[in-house]
């Protein structure tokens, strides 16, 4: 099984921006691993921000948005709010091998 | 609106078993693969099982292997997982989750193995 890579931590600025990364030990990041972003807060069920790459659902914050970047899928935060602290996942589609999920982010707002 | 409802989750002792299901509405649920997804407290997310949209092809987490079998049935929009040979490391919430589009949470169903 192929692992995904999170940054552990990462801490924004309020009105800050800030991109988060995700690869695969596989090898680049393609938009053939569909790459799919989460928000969990604190408490709270898991909320899909972003799949397939770039596209957001109707209730993502236009400050996120999402790309592939350097061989990693990649979302950035542009103008945090302090609500946007929160933990954050990537998953990737791996053909003929399954879904794996990445470790998580914490992203702090301070 | 998309919806999924999870349920059959619970208590149990190691080696004991469970059935998960979620049921669907609101999109073509025959047209995604689906997967269980779980979270352990304090944990991350994990993907333990999923499945094509004809359940012809599944996948699962090394994990859970020989223990776990995803099953779908298309026509009543549902999705299983029978859990067997349950570990206090199972213990977890326990969400479905189809990709993409229809990329939307249930509340998850709670699943807690105690010795």
């Known amino acids: 099984q192929a692992v995904v890579t999170q940054e552990p931590s990462l801490t924004v600025s309020p009105g800050g921006t800030v991109t988060l990364t995700c690869g695969s030990s596989a090898g680049a990041v393609t938009s053939g691993h569909y790459p799919h972003w989460f928000q969990q807060k604190p408490g709270q069920v898991p909320k899909t921000l972003i799949y397939d790459t770039n596209n957001r659902h109707s209730w993502t914050p236009a400050r996120f948005s999402a790309s592939l970047l350097g061989g990693k899928a990649a979302l950035t935060l542009s103008g945090a709010q302090p609500e946007d602290e929160a933990d954050y996942y990537c998953?990737?589609?791996?053909?003929?091998?399954?879904?794996?999920f990445g470790g998580g982010t914490r992203l702090t707002v301070l | 609106e998309i919806q999924l409802v999870e349920s059959g989750g619970g208590l149990v002792q190691p080696g004991g078993s469970l059935r998960l299901s979620c049921v669907a509405s609101?999109?073509?649920?025959?047209?995604?693969?689906m997967k269980w997804v779980r979270q352990a407290p304090g944990k991350g997310l994990e993907c333990v099982a999923d499945?094509?949209?004809?359940?012809?092809?599944?996948y699962y987490a090394d994990s859970v292997k020989g223990r776990f079998t995803i099953s779908r049935d298309n026509a009543r929009n549902s999705l299983s997982l029978q859990m067997n040979s349950l570990r206090v490391e199972d213990t977890a919430v326990y969400y479905c989750l189809p990709p993409g589009a229809a990329s939307y949470w249930g509340q998850g169903t709670p699943v807690t193995v105690y010795s």
């Open positions: 998953l990737l589609y791996h053909r003929g091998v399954g879904v794996e």
């Open positions: 499945i094509r949209e004809d359940g012809g092809k599944t």
């Open positions: 609101g999109f073509t649920f025959s047209d995604y693969w």
